[in-house]
């Protein structure tokens, strides 16, 4: 990760109301839900802070989920047993503040979200993720994900391929 900041769980110290990602949505939601999902166990939250600030630089929601495996490229899943659904990590948000955009934070929050999810005792066969427009969907796909082929704005990475192109 980039070596000025440091990735964590969101907690009561952190300046939720200065964070600005330019997109409202993201912004009231870290303000407003985040910390009441975390509570009732539906998403983690985990926040990257310049080293010994209490600012958010980026966050990104961390979740439970599953996918039918019909819905995967056949390509995907055809050395599997005839499971009717997988286990996913759901990456619900994510979001970098606007003065930090471009330092290959959004990258690094990925990172750790995949690291987390490679980690997880509960086994996670791909990290999933709604990309909420075009553009995220290029920034995804960056980084190797793959749209499903019924709905292109869900994307997907095997945690097994993502380790191979993170040399995790
Ligand atoms: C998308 C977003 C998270 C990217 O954050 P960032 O910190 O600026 O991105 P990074 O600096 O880590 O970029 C990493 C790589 O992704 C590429 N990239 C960044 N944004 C991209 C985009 N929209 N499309 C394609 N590639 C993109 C960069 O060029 C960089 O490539 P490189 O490693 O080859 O140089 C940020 O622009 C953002 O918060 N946008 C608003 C919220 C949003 O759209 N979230 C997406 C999920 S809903």
Do not use: W
Not at 84 to 108: E, F, K
Not at 109 to 126: G, K, N, S, T, Y
Not at 135 to 144: I, N, P
């Amino acid at each position: 990760m980039t070596a000025s900041f440091v990735i964590q769980s969101l907690a009561p110290e952190h300046d939720r109301l200065a964070f600005s990602c330019g997109v409202d949505a993201l912004d009231r939601y870290l303000q407003n839900q985040a910390s009441q999902d975390v509570r009732r166990h539906i998403s983690n939250c985990f926040v990257a802070s310049p080293v010994e600030s209490a600012a958010i630089a980026g966050y990104y929601m961390l979740a439970a989920a599953s996918v039918p495996v019909l819905d995967l490229p056949e390509a995907e899943t055809k050395r599997l047993p005839r499971y009717p659904v997988l286990p996913t990590a759901l990456i619900g948000r994510l979001a970098v503040d606007r003065q930090y955009r471009r330092r290959n934070l959004g990258g690094a929050l990925l990172f750790d979200a995949i690291q987390r999810a490679a980690r997880a005792e509960p086994a996670v066969f791909a990290m999933i993720v709604d990309a909420k427009d075009e553009d995220a969907a290029a920034f995804y796909q960056h980084f190797g994900f793959m749209p499903f082929a019924n709905r292109p704005m869900s994307l997907f990475l095997p945690v097994a391929t993502a380790m191979k192109l993170l040399k995790i």
